[in-house]
């Protein structure tokens, strides 16, 4: 069955570095979404993509913050100086149209120090 | 605006007893509901959802859900628990209006739900 897959699955940066959090979304799917769950807290939104461009983001996905798809395959989001609050569960979500499941990947738990 | 409530942290059940996970919400424009399942270290895993149509919805591992439009619920049960159903469990509604969907899901906060022996 396929399935999201993210890249990589822990990742520990120092304050003020860039990450990139890597995701393959589930090869027909259109539609691209990355979350984020704060240990303890509910999972929220952050963007969404398609159609190259972002649809949707919440006031979480401030300037700090990008999406690209590179490819045709992989999805990233971007966190261009990390701060403490950043600490957090990232998961990526694909679906294949506006009304359907949005099925999602196993996260990377990004660690801030 | 759109929101989603899980009244319950914890869900304690016995195993071969009933179980319900309460769920409920408020959006503007009607209700695309779903149920999604996080076992430790994993990511959310897909149980059912709530589009249109019959107010029960079944899903994986024996689960269904019953939509209540006067209620704003969409409660999670299954008839019997099994231990391995302990996990938790996150309820999410997305907003239909206006001919499109906004594609975001709002989540609860999550129910943790044991099922002992």
């Known amino acids: 069955e396929p399935e999201v897959t993210q890249t990589p699955s822990h990742q520990v940066t120092q304050m003020g570095q860039e990450v990139i959090l890597r995701c393959v979304p589930i090869?027909?799917?259109?539609?691209f979404y990355w979350y984020r769950q704060i240990l303890g807290q509910k999972v929220e939104f952050l963007v969404s993509?398609?159609?190259?461009?972002?649809?949707?983001k919440s006031e979480i996905f401030d300037d700090q913050f990008s999406v690209e798809r590179p490819d045709g395959s992989n999805f990233t989001l971007k966190i261009r100086s990390t701060k403490l609050e950043d600490s957090a569960m990232y998961f990526c979500a694909s679906t294949g149209g506006g009304f359907e499941t949005q099925y999602f990947g196993p996260g990377t738990r990004l660690l801030v120090l | 605006a759109q929101s989603v409530a899980q009244p319950e942290d914890q869900v304690n059940v016995a195993e071969g007893n009933p179980l319900t996970v309460k769920c409920t919400y408020s959006v503007s424009g009607n209700p695309y509901l779903f149920w999604y399942v996080q076992y430790p270290n994993r990511g959310l895993q897909f149980l059912l959802k709530?589009?249109?149509?019959?107010?029960l919805v079944k899903g994986s591992y024996g689960f269904e859900a019953e939509f209540n439009k006067s209620q704003t619920s969409f409660h999670l049960k299954k008839p019997s628990a099994l231990v391995s159903d302990s996990a938790l469990y996150f309820c999410?509604?997305?907003?239909?209006?206006?001919?499109?969907?906004?594609?975001?899901?709002?989540f609860g906060r999550g129910t943790q739900l044991t099922v002992w022996p």
């Open positions: 090869s027909n799917h259109l539609y």
């Open positions: 999410a509604v997305r907003a239909f209006r206006g001919g499109s969907t906004l594609g975001r899901l709002y």
């Open positions: 709530y589009i249109t149509g019959d107010n």
């Open positions: 993509f398609y159609n190259n461009e972002i649809s949707e």
